[in-house]
């Protein structure tokens, strides 16, 4: 969940089980308290434990999770909010690195179009990220930081602007 625009948040996905996965998009109104389910022609997979967050203003950025599938994902998503839609990101040209696979990754706006991406679960338990990534929308790519200080893998933690 995320900020989507002034007094607007954005949900997307999440499980109530190990089997019962969502791929909703819904907008939470604070003016009038309301959840209004938004219908896309694109959107992710239904997924849980996915990192997201708010990229410009009407923008929102989700990346990983895991999948009705239980198949872990490397995937990045941009949500339209004037729009109302999803778009898919893709990285063909190298040199196009992405962060690999993984859970539960913390993500966060850092600047007005940039978001950082840091830490999250490999495959299997008990194997932690401790990468730092930049997603920048006007290249349309991601940045895999050369980092100092943090020495920690993290997962499953929270990060904000």
Same mark, same amino acid.
């Given at each position: 969940?995320? $900020?989507?625009?002034?007094? #607007?948040?954005?949900? &997307?996905?999440?499980?109530?089980?190990?089997?019962?996965?969502? @791929?909703? +998009?819904? !907008? *939470?109104?604070?003016? @009038?308290?309301?959840?209004? #389910? !938004?219908?896309?022609?694109?959107?992710?997979?239904?997924?849980?434990? *996915?990192?997201?967050?708010?990229?410009?203003?009407?923008?929102? %950025?989700?990346?990983?999770?895991?999948?009705?599938? !239980?198949?872990?994902?490397?995937? +990045?998503?941009?949500?339209? /909010?004037?729009?109302?839609?999803?778009? $898919?990101? /893709? &990285?063909?040209?190298?040199?196009?690195?992405?962060?690999? /696979?993984? !859970?539960?990754?913390?993500?966060?706006?850092?600047?007005?179009?940039?978001?950082? %991406? &840091?830490?999250?679960?490999?495959?299997? /338990?008990?194997? &932690?990220?401790?990468?730092?990534?930049?997603?920048? %929308?006007?290249?349309?790519?991601? *940045?895999?930081?050369?980092? +100092?200080?943090? +020495? @920690?893998? %993290?997962?499953?933690?929270?990060?904000? #602007?």
């Amino acid at each position: 969940m995320c $900020r989507i625009t002034k007094n #607007k948040v954005l949900l &997307f996905g999440g499980s109530l089980t190990e089997m019962q996965y969502f @791929d909703d +998009t819904w !907008i *939470f109104d604070l003016a @009038d308290t309301s959840w209004t #389910k !938004i219908e896309t022609k694109n959107f992710p997979s239904a997924r849980s434990h *996915f990192g997201m967050s708010q990229i410009t203003e009407n923008k929102a %950025l989700l990346f990983g999770g895991r999948d009705s599938n !239980i198949d872990m994902q490397k995937d +990045t998503w941009l949500f339209d /909010y004037d729009k109302m839609n999803w778009e $898919r990101l /893709y &990285f063909y040209k190298p040199p196009t690195p992405v962060p690999d /696979y993984r !859970i539960d990754p913390m993500l966060a706006n850092i600047t007005d179009k940039k978001v950082l %991406l &840091f830490g999250g679960l490999k495959e299997g /338990y008990g194997l &932690f990220y401790g990468d730092t990534w930049l997603f920048d %929308l006007d290249s349309l790519r991601w *940045f895999n930081l050369q980092t +100092t200080g943090m +020495t @920690d893998s %993290l997962w499953d933690s929270g990060m904000c #602007k």
